[in-house]
């Protein structure tokens, strides 16, 4: 199990050179399946990434290529069959207990209230939650669900359950958080939403962001830089850095330097034949 890095953390902050390397730093990683019919199935090949400190950066990708895959070899739940994964200079050998994972189900359980599920992590963790109510609250208030503090998860919409998975994820302020396509099953405006409100929380912590997404849209309009994917098995086609300046609003999709990007994605995605002309 990787425990906290303060030691890298404080070495890295007292030396300028260091601070300068990469968060997660992703080094020919690669990971083969075996098939239920037994036969080898390679989802990722050769994939090189570094990742600094406190940015955004979006996956995007066809179905099956591996996004998915990656973030689980991050978070070191999935053992890589090749290459490394160093997070804060120290190897990823096991499970990384240092980040915030979000899903595209926000895992919420039915019988805890909307601070009872935020809390489960120090349930699952061996902390004791009282600890953390203040924090818990603090996050409650910032992502506007004040008031449903008490609410069982069926009582709320799917944004606001999506909220509270994503106050989980942050409870203990980890360094880094994970994001496997978190808003994938939202409604269009309640998406749109909710991209605002994550912007706004990131640029307030600075947190490292790893961002599956389906959307172009989605990743220009998040991220410092945009990740593309190839096909199985999932290879690095491009990284595209995002210069837009920040805060970014909605509006931003209709000027020419977004639609530049989302384009410049676009057809890549059509030369690789993921997308059919």
């Not at 994972?101 to 699952?124: A, E, K």
Request: net charge neutral; hydrophobic share 45%; charged share 25%.
């Amino acid at each position: 199990m990787n425990a906290r890095l303060d030691i890298a953390d404080a070495v890295d902050a007292a030396n300028p050179v260091a601070a300068d390397r990469a968060f997660i730093d992703i080094a020919g990683a690669a990971k083969t399946f075996v098939g239920q019919d037994g036969g080898a199935v390679v989802a990722l090949e050769g994939v090189d990434l570094k990742i600094r400190r406190g940015e955004f950066v979006s996956i995007v990708g066809p179905s099956g290529c591996g996004k998915s895959t990656l973030l689980m070899l991050v978070s070191g739940l999935v053992e890589p069959t090749g290459g490394t994964i160093r997070i804060a200079g120290a190897p990823v050998t096991g499970p990384y207990t240092d980040l915030g994972f979000v899903f595209q189900t926000d895992l919420l359980l039915d019988w805890r209230s909307v601070l009872g599920n935020i809390l489960l992590q120090c349930d699952m963790r061996g902390i004791d939650a009282r600890k953390h109510e203040t924090r818990a609250q603090e996050l409650v208030n910032q992502v506007g669900l004040k008031g449903f503090e008490s609410k069982r998860p069926f009582e709320l919409s799917g944004g606001m359950r999506q909220r509270v998975a994503i106050c989980r994820a942050l409870l203990l302020d980890p360094p880094m958080l994970l994001m496997d396509e978190p808003f994938g099953a939202l409604d269009a405006l309640t998406r749109e939403q909710m991209q605002i409100d994550l912007q706004t929380m990131w640029q307030r912590s600075q947190k490292t962001v790893m961002f599956v997404t389906h959307s172009i849209s989605e990743a220009v309009f998040l991220s410092d830089r945009v990740i593309v994917m190839t096909p199985r098995p999932g290879k690095i086609r491009a990284i595209l850095d995002v210069d837009l300046p920040r805060p970014r609003d909605l509006h931003i999709h209709e000027t020419p330097g977004f639609s530049k990007i989302v384009h410049e994605i676009r057809v890549m995605f059509q030369d690789m034949g993921v997308i059919h002309r």
